[in-house]
């Protein structure tokens, strides 16, 4: 595939080292980065929502309604 691909000043230095050092063109060395970047692993621990049985059944087709159930009629 060819198309045109304006890079920020860190990649463009990112590419030209790795040319340099491995004597690569441009496309093997943005794809041999983009490679890399695809083999990292996401080191940030999984997110789980955390939910509580209130007991509360809410209709929320009426939102102002639902809304003085949760904060009370006196909240605004």
Known sequence: MRTTVEFDPDTAAAIDQL??????????????????????????????????????????TNVSEALDIIEGPDYR
Do not use: C, W
């Not at 980065?33 to 997110?47: A, N, Q, T, W, Y």
């Open 19 to 60: 040319r340099r050092e491995a004597g690569m063109g441009v496309s093997e060395a943005v794809n041999q980065l983009i490679r890399k970047g695809l083999m990292v692993e996401d080191s940030r621990p999984h997110f789980e929502q955390r939910t509580y049985q209130l007991g509360l059944k809410i209709d929320v």
